[in-house]
């Protein structure tokens, strides 16, 4: 199940992939590497985690039905 704090870990892991690519590196993200060339799915892969994100959000500020009988 994906929770907001998994939202929130899986973002700061591509923030810090985005990172590291620009920097030369490799990364593995789960059982994916992840190098210059691949910066453009990380770039996709943090904004779904952020848009994941923000359904949560907007979950637990929207306002609560409530039923009278």
Do not use: H
């Not at 030369?24 to 060339?37: A, D, L, Y």
């Not at 985690?49 to 306002?63: A, I, Q, T, Y």
């Amino acid at each position: 199940m994906i929770t907001k704090d998994k939202c929130i870990a899986m973002i700061a892991k591509y923030e810090q992939a985005e990172i590291d690519v620009l920097e030369g590196k490799n990364v593995m993200i789960g059982n994916r590497m992840f190098q210059s060339e691949s910066l453009g799915e990380i770039i996709k892969g943090r904004q779904e985690w952020e848009r994941r994100l923000l359904r949560f959000n907007r979950r637990s500020n929207s306002p609560k039905t409530i039923r009278f009988i």
